[in-house]
């Protein structure tokens, strides 16, 4: 079987009722309706843990940016960090 995929295309699998695997394509937007549906969570908060557990790690902002794809290092600092009080406890 050959798939025509699109850039945001995504395969997710299915179990069929005798119980054989089989993956299928699905759209970006029905991929991330999915992710909320099955961990209860939005594409976002993913992208939210990802950009603190860098920033944790002692990332730069740069390096954050380039992997989480943003353009504005302002935006990062913006809506995405969050001064939590063990970083706070580690500066006093």
């Given at each position: 079987?050959?798939?025509?995929?699109?850039?945001?295309?995504?395969?997710?699998?299915?179990?069929?009722?005798?119980?054989?695997?089989?993956?299928?394509?699905?759209?970006?937007?029905?991929?991330?309706k999915?992710?909320?549906?099955?961990?209860?969570?939005?594409?976002y908060?993913?992208?939210?843990?990802?950009?603190?557990?860098?920033?944790?790690?002692?990332?730069?902002?740069?390096t954050?940016?380039?992997?989480?794809?943003?353009?504005?290092?302002?935006?990062?600092?913006?809506?995405?960090?969050?001064?939590?009080?063990?970083?706070?406890?580690?500066?006093?």
């Open positions: 079987m050959q798939y025509k995929l699109k850039p945001g295309d995504y395969f997710v699998g299915e179990v069929s009722q005798i119980g054989e695997y089989k993956s299928r394509a699905i759209s970006e937007t029905a991929y991330r999915n992710l909320k549906k099955w961990t209860g969570y939005a594409p908060n993913f992208r939210k843990t990802q950009v603190l557990s860098m920033h944790v790690a002692g990332a730069d902002l740069s954050i940016a380039k992997q989480t794809g943003h353009k504005s290092l302002e935006t990062i600092d913006k809506h995405y960090l969050e001064v939590s009080d063990p970083t706070l406890d580690k500066y006093l």
